[in-house]
């Protein structure tokens, strides 16, 4: 729970150096605690889909969604214990035309705010191009396609429910950056 709290204000770069760069503020995120918590995909153990969350803090665990969406967690604890973030939202800092271009499949993204655009896991990995093919990447590698850079100030958190959890539903795991623009509903 720590990790998320922190996480808000964090920035993601992704694709460094070349012409599809972005970088996005991280401004809501949800907790998942592991085999403790019902609600995450390692409550039933290391599973083939779910193996990645007990391994090393840093990587990514990229799944698809329902067959449509992909979401990104970041893994949070030691090796051997689960735990991971979802990043929920973000918004653009740099690199909006290469987010756009990502999106461009979705007619109403053309029209999107900046704000709207990395809005809710799924339009956050769709706008940084992130699938499954980016499961298991370190992001505190040098050289990889996507890295975590720290915040220069402590973000103004607001906490809630998790969005859509119907299994523990009642811990607030969901941390959002206070009245940002970028953050989905319900706003904390």
């Known amino acids: ?14 694709d460094p150096g070349t012409p599809a760069e972005v970088r996005a503020r991280i401004v809501e995120v949800e907790a998942y605690l592991g085999t403790e918590d019902e609600a995450s995909h390692a409550h039933r153990g290391p599973t083939p889909r779910a193996a990645i969350m007990f391994g090393e803090p840093g990587h990514l665990y990229v799944y698809l969604s329902y067959g449509v969406h992909h979401c990104a967690n970041l893994v949070t604890e030691v090796e051997g214990k689960a735990g991971a973030v979802l990043l929920r939202a973000a918004a653009v800092e740099a690199g909006e035309a290469a987010v756009r ?19 809710g896991p799924g339009n956050l990995c769709n706008g940084l191009g992130v ?22 100030a402590p973000a103004p958190l607001g906490a809630g429910p998790r969005v859509g959890i119907t299994r523990n539903p009642d811990p607030l795991l969901r941390f959002a950056w206070s009245g940002d ?7 904390l």
């Open 1 to 14: 729970m720590t990790v998320a709290r922190d996480l808000v204000g964090c920035s993601l770069l992704v």
């Open 101 to 119: 271009e990502r999106r461009r499949r979705r007619a109403a993204a053309r029209e999107q705010p900046a704000a709207a655009l990395l809005r």
């Open 131 to 152: 699938d499954r093919s980016d499961n298991g990447i370190d992001v505190c590698a040098p050289g990889t396609r996507m890295a975590v850079l720290a915040c220069a």
């Open 181 to 187: 623009p970028a953050v989905s509903a319900p706003r």
